[in-house]
C-alpha cells in the first residue's frame, strides 16, 4: 500500500475534524487540561488522536509554526511511541491497580526532554473501578507538567468522578466515502476499497488493518457461512456450532465480539431488506443471501435477530458464560429449515 499521507493541518488524521480542531484551540490559548478522556468503538483512531495531542503538547517546533511538525525529535519519538516523557499503558493487557499506581509514580517524575509528562491509557474501559479510582487523586492534584489521556470505548465504563475531571472528546465513525476515497488514493482496487468502507462501520483504524491483512476478510466471510449454517439447522447443529465456536474463542472474548459485530451488521442488513429500504447494505457482496433471506422471515423475526445480537454482545462484556450466551442467542434466531 503507498504511503498517502493525509492533511497535515488535520495531524495527518483522516476525518474528526472536530476534535483536532478543538485540541488545536485549546492549545494555542493556552487552555488545555490535564486530562483528556477519548471515547468511541474499537480501531476509530481514538490512539492516533492521542499520539498525535502527545506531538502537539511535546513539538519543539518554534512557536507560530505547525505542530505538530513531524520533523523534529519530539515528533519523531513519539510517533515511533519511544519519547522518555511518554507512558504508554493498558495496549496489551487490561491494567491492574499496582499497574495504574506504577504509571502514576513514572508520571510525575519531573520531563526527562519535553514540557509535558504524558501517560495514555489505552482500553480503560477494561480497567476495574477500584483500580481507576486510583487515578483519581492525580487527577485532584496533578503535577504542572502531567498529562492524562484516557481511551475507552464509552465514557459509561469510566467512573463518573474520573470522568468528571476529564475533558470528553467523543469520537464518531467517519464517513464511509472518505473511507473509501483514502483507500483508493492508497491504491486500494475500487471495488474492494468500497466494501472494506461499508463494512468497517466508520472506523479508518478497522479498513487500513482490513486492507493490510487479507486473513480479517476471510474470517467474515467464514463467519458469515457459520451464520448460514446454524439458520439451516435444527436445534442440534446449533449448539453444535455454538460449542465449536466458543472453544475456540476459548478466552478470547475479543474474537466472539468480533463474530457477533459481524453478524450484527448482517442481520442489520437484512432488516433494511425487509423494510425494502433504498440504503445499499454493508455486506454488499453477499446482497443476493440477503435479499433471498429477508424474503423467507418476516420482519419480527429480522428484528428480534438483531436485537438479540446486539444484547449477547452487551452480555459477553459483563461476563456472561460465551457457551451459555451464544445457546440463547441461537434459540432467538429464525430457522429456514422447514
Ligand atoms: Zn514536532
Redesign the pocket.
Known sequence: MNDVAPPADNWRIIGHEWAVDFLRRALLHGRNRQAYLITGSPALGKMRLGLAFA?ALN???EAGRQ??????R??AAISRRSHPDLILAGADAPLKIDDIRNVLRLLALKPYSARYRIAIFADFHLVAPLAQDALLKTLEEPAPHAIVILLATSAERVLPTIRSRAQQIPLRPIPQQLIKTQLVLSGCEEERAELIARLSGGRMGWALKAVEDEALLVFRQEILDMLRDVLAGTRLPRMKISDQLSRRAGRDKALLRNVLEIWQSYWRDVLLQCYDSPVKPCNVDRRDEIRALARRITTAKAHAALAATGSTLRALDTNANPRLALDALFLTYPGLDA
Open positions: 506531538m513539538c519543539e517546533a505542530r505538530p511538525c513531524f520533523a523534529c519530539a515528533c
